[in-house]
């Protein structure tokens, strides 16, 4: 039976289950405390931004994947990236992506 996974903690639990390694030694190669998974994953503590990074780059998985629940390749983030750089396009685009999705639905 697969675990429902619901949260960033569950996602990150999961990750370290996955890992084989220890939630101490992945702590102490991020550069914290040889406790912080467990402070994170028992006690309720809240990562920074910088401290979440460390810890996925210990863990291979992406800062998306960790938070939001899926993974974002490269091209995805180049995408989002100029986006934001270009404001003025979003709209276009995302017309064009609409019209492709219901174009494919009929």
Known sequence: M????????????????????????ISKAAGMGAGYIN??????????????????????????????GFEMNPKTEEVLRLLEAHPGARDGILQILRSQESGESR
């Open 2 to 25: 697969t675990p429902r996974v619901e949260s960033w903690r569950d996602r990150l639990r999961i990750a370290v289950e996955q890992s084989g390694k220890s939630q101490r030694a």
């Open 39 to 68: 402070s994170l994953l028992s006690e309720g503590k809240t990562p920074t931004i910088d401290n979440a990074i460390a810890i996925c780059e210990q863990l291979n998985i992406s800062l998306s994947y960790l938070l939001y």
